[in-house]
């Protein structure tokens, strides 16, 4: 994922497998909670979003239920994706 800033304001963009741009998540409640890790050591999780409202969403998700077989969910009005999407 990443974010693009375009006349329109910011956006966060999901990729797909390929790191190929596959869907724009805008307004003030998109966030994005994704993982990183080095070597065998635990997960660290990231939380990231577009303005107050996308952190407070993608806190949201820090969750079993959520996170659980996911590398990175995205957030936007309630909804979560899990990323990267499919091809």
Not at 7 to 32: C, I, Q, S, T
Not at 48 to 77: C, K, M, P
């Amino acid at each position: 994922a990443r974010f693009d800033r375009s006349g329109n304001g910011e956006k966060l963009v999901g990729l797909d497998e390929k790191g190929e741009p596959a869907r724009r998540f805008g307004g003030a409640a998109a966030g994005l909670v994704a993982a990183t890790r080095q070597g065998g050591g635990p997960p660290t999780w990231i939380v990231t979003g577009i303005g107050a409202g996308g952190v407070a969403a993608a806190a949201g998700l820090l969750d079993a239920g959520s996170l659980r077989d996911h590398y990175a969910v995205a957030t936007e009005g309630g909804e979560e994706t899990p990323l990267p999407l499919g091809s």
